[in-house]
């Protein structure tokens, strides 16, 4: 079966994508147990974050 890079899901998430990634973490189980991945959403999670909270 063909696979998704990680670097490509990370630049998806990046975009923009990270809620319905972690939407699908949720329900689907989908790279939920995985740490270096784990790693890497979080931080994009955390720059949207703080950057929403630089637009207040």
Not at 16 to 22: D, E, N, R, V
Not at 40 to 50: D, K, N, S, T, Y
């Amino acid at each position: 079966m063909w696979r998704i890079p990680e670097k490509s899901l990370h630049t998806l998430e990046l975009l923009g994508g990270w809620p319905g990634a972690l939407l699908a973490q949720r329900t689907l189980r989908h790279k939920n147990r995985k740490p270096s991945y784990q790693v890497v959403f979080w931080l994009i999670v955390g720059l949207h974050v703080a950057g929403l909270a630089q637009l207040r």
